[in-house]
């Protein structure tokens, strides 16, 4: 398994961008699929993008053309660039480790290891 570690969130305006990282320690991160998913108050997790570790990826409808995923395998890092933010973005974001991946990533429940969250607020 890989550990996951998950930085730069914070407090952004409606409009502004953000760069989420999320760092793995452990083995052949470059044979896992990472996704990310995000939780607001009171709501379920959702899932929000994939790459996995072919590099295929994937968004959610909420969020395809204004947030971009990529991994620097080097660096064991995956990285969601986050554009256009709305107030609706606001969320605890988390990010999950499959190896190998599969066709229901989209679901939290495919997931061997996450991070702690980082929390995201987009002010209107």
């Known amino acids: 398994q890989v550990q996951l570690v998950e930085s730069g969130g914070g407090l952004v305006q409606a409009g502004g961008s953000l760069r989420l990282s999320c760092a793995a320690s452990?083995?052949?991160?470059?044979?896992?699929?990472i996704g990310w998913f995000r939780q607001a108050p009171g709501k379920e997790r959702e899932f929000v993008s994939y790459?996995?570790?072919?590099?295929?990826?994937d968004y959610s409808n909420s969020v395809k053309g204004r947030f971009t995923i990529s991994r620097d395998n080097a660096k064991n890092t995956v990285y969601l660039q986050m554009d256009s933010l709305k107030p609706e973005d606001t969320a605890v974001y988390y990010c999950?480790?499959?190896?190998?991946?599969?066709?229901?990533?989209?679901?939290?429940?495919?997931?061997?290891?996450w991070g702690q969250g980082t929390q995201v607020t987009v002010s209107s």
């Open positions: 790459i996995s570790w072919t590099d295929y990826t």
């Open positions: 999950a480790a499959d190896r190998y991946g599969n066709s229901w990533y989209s679901s939290p429940t495919q997931y061997d290891s």
């Open positions: 452990g083995r052949a991160f470059n044979e896992y699929a």
